[in-house]
């Protein structure tokens, strides 16, 4: 490139948004991240620094919550990537405290993007906004919507809302103001980490490690590594076939205990004891009776859901990263960093 786009990334201390950037400074771009803590930019610029040039990272600070710091995020930009949105490791009391900071959140970056002027926006949403309440016999693809109606749990029902949102927003701007809109729907994200600061994602593997589960029940994982995820983003601020399309992000699907068994193959001669019990439904289904955890597992006992990924695979040439390498590589990744 002559003169480097700027490219504005939120939720820059993101597991997926730190490997985005990477990619991004490495293939030319300048990246301006916003960050909710600014005692946080030091250690986020060291990480980065041992993978790829840092000299134009840049960081400002805003937050989903406040209006303040969005329009200096945007000013100036080519391009928004809107990563930021709050993922829990468990499911909080009231489902509000996940929904509203996800769809207003997503609407001040968007506003922003458009009062500054930008071409076109990429948007990180999740499969959780394609398959919640859906028939789980069903192969879905990106016509399919999460059903908020249902009981699918506050994350599914939060990045519905804020995908919908973040849609119905764009389209109901006039032309000249309307910047071009693509979504990217990743599955369950693992995959080596930059900083050591874990995302919710990586709990399945970590528990795994430390034993934290006392059995394996009959779950499965629509899985994808991170730092495929980022090179669909990064594909996506250009591709002509990007905008008006969303694009699921899955690489393949594993059961629970199928992951656990990898990770036993991988860590066996490291004195690692991954657990290897199954758990049958029956008893998961009478724990439930007592237990919140227990409850949200009910909800997904059996195979993953299946999703049609021809999309993505054929408008962004994606051949992605098979699960066995990025499952053994979150494990190292995370004894690297002493996480377990």
């Known amino acids: 490139m002559n003169e480097k786009k700027l490219v504005t990334v939120t939720g820059a201390s993101g597991f997926i948004a730190l490997h985005t950037i990477r990619e991004l400074l490495e293939k030319g771009y300048a990246v301006r991240g916003t960050v909710r803590d600014t005692g946080r930019i030091e250690g986020l610029l060291r990480s980065l620094s041992e993978y790829c040039d840092v000299t134009d990272l840049s960081f400002v600070r805003a937050e989903l919550g406040d209006d303040s710091g969005w329009a200096e995020a945007l000013a100036g930009a080519d391009y928004l990537m809107h990563m930021a949105s709050p993922l829990p490791a468990e499911a909080p009391r009231d489902e509000n405290d996940l929904i509203i900071p996800a769809r207003d959140g997503a ?20 499969i959780a906004a394609i398959s919640g309440g859906q028939d789980k016999s069903s192969v879905l693809d990106e016509s399919h919507w999460s059903d908020t109606n249902k009981d699918i749990g506050a994350y599914p029902k939060s990045k519905t809302i804020a995908e919908l949102a973040a849609w119905e927003f764009i389209n109901s701007l006039p032309e000249g103001q309307k910047p071009e809109f693509a979504v990217i729907n990743p599955g369950f994200v693992l995959g080596p980490m930059i900083d050591p600061d874990t995302s919710a994602s990586h709990e399945v593997v970590r528990r795994l490690m430390a034993r934290e589960v006392p059995g394996l029940p009959n779950i499965g994982f629509s899985l994808v590594d991170v730092r495929d995820v980022a090179t669909a983003h990064v594909i996506a601020l250009t591709h002509k076939s990007a905008p ?4 699921i992000c899955v690489a393949e699907s594993l059961s629970f205990r199928e992951i656990a068994r990898r990770l036993h193959l991988h860590l066996s001669d490291r004195n690692y004891r991954i657990p290897q019990r199954p758990v049958p439904d029956w008893l998961v289904r009478a724990l439930a009776l007592f237990s919140p955890t227990f409850r949200l597992i009910v909800s997904r006992l059996g195979p993953a859901t299946k ?4 999309r993505i695979r054929q408008h962004f040439d994606w051949t992605p990263i098979p699960m066995s390498q990025s499952i053994t590589e979150t494990a190292d990744s995370m004894i690297t960093h002493k996480i377990t």
């Open 307 to 310: 999703f049609d990924t021809s």
């Open 107 to 126: 609407l001040r970056a968007i506003r922003a993007a458009v009062d500054a002027g930008v071409r076109r926006i990429v948007f990180t949403s999740s």
């Open 244 to 247: 008006g399309n969303r694009y």
